[in-house]
């Protein structure tokens, strides 16, 4: 998708507040409300925007725990992969699911309570997978940098 410098703004801007009334958006992009209001609801329609949400923050509500699990697969079958996919999408413990290269096959960021939770989700759901041959958990230790904001800077170019 072709994307103006206002369009970039506009992304920008929503990355750091999505919660900003239409007017004010409007103004820090240098547009009035309508016009802003129709370029949001075209990023919204190509899919470059996927949604508005709010962020939570995890310690407050009680899940001060980030494990990093490598998961090998036991097979890579026609319907291993799939199956596996679908289980952990129903995890809500799951925040984050890739496919990676290496000696593993999917990388998890798992949030959970304590270490007793994430101890009872790897035994109870995890390892109960079929599918699921190793898994290696690294647990955080410090949060350095969080962010969800992606970097927008070589849009400019």
């Known amino acids: 998708m072709d994307l ?67 998961v090998k697969l036991a097979t890579h079958g026609r319907s291993a992969l799939p199956r596996f996919e679908t289980a952990i999408a129903d995890f809500p413990e799951v925040v984050e699911c890739y496919t990676v290269s290496g000696g593993v096959d999917y990388l998890l960021r798992v949030v959970t309570q304590d270490i007793h939770s994430y101890e009872r989700f790897l035994r109870d759901r995890l390892l109960q997978l079929p599918e699921v041959a190793e898994v290696h958990s690294r647990i955080a230790i410090t949060q350095v940098k969080h962010t969800t904001a992606l970097p927008l800077g070589h849009l400019d170019r």
């Open 4 to 70: 103006d410098q206002i369009d970039r703004n506009i992304l920008a801007v929503l990355q750091e507040d999505a919660s900003l009334p239409g007017a004010e958006l409007a103004e820090r992009v240098g547009l009035s409300p309508s016009p802003c209001w129709r370029r949001i609801q075209r990023l919204e329609a190509s899919g470059v925007l996927r949604g508005r949400v709010a962020l939570l923050d995890r310690d407050m509500l009680g899940l001060g725990v980030v494990v990093f699990a490598s």
